[in-house]
């Protein structure tokens, strides 16, 4: 079992910087994700990264602007967010798997959410 918990979501204007935290409980060999969900849509794939932290993926509209990355010592992942945008405003989640994808399914675990907001 694992247990995530995500901090570091806040209002932020547009063009600003938030980094986003999310502890994981225990010690886990998972590879770690981040999605979001904004008001009336579907969860999105934000980015996600291997175990070793060897190997990254990002969402479309995040690449280049966004960067995971994880310190196992701490058990913690990590997503930077510079150049915010209106449209990234959303709740975002942690999420841990054992397997590597960009889909909903492929995760085991997710934390709670915390809310982004960027205000134009």
């Known amino acids: 079992q694992v247990q995530l918990v995500e901090s570091g979501g806040g209002l932020v204007q547009a063009g600003g910087s938030l980094r986003l935290s999310c502890a994981a409980s225990?010690?886990?060999?998972?590879?770690m994700g981040w999605f979001r969900q904004a008001p009336g849509k579907e969860r999105e794939f934000v980015a996600a990264?291997?175990?070793?932290?060897?190997?990254?993926s990002y969402g479309n509209s995040v690449q280049g602007r966004f960067t995971i990355f994880r310190n196992n010592a701490k058990n913690t992942v990590y997503l930077q967010m510079n150049s915010l945008k209106p449209e990234d405003t959303a709740i975002y989640y942690c999420a841990a798997s054992l397997q590597w994808g960009r889909t909903t399914g492929v995760y085991d675990y997710w934390g709670q959410g915390t809310q982004v907001t960027v205000s134009s």
């Open positions: 990264v291997t175990w070793t932290g060897g190997s990254t």
């Open positions: 225990g010690r886990t060999r998972h590879a």
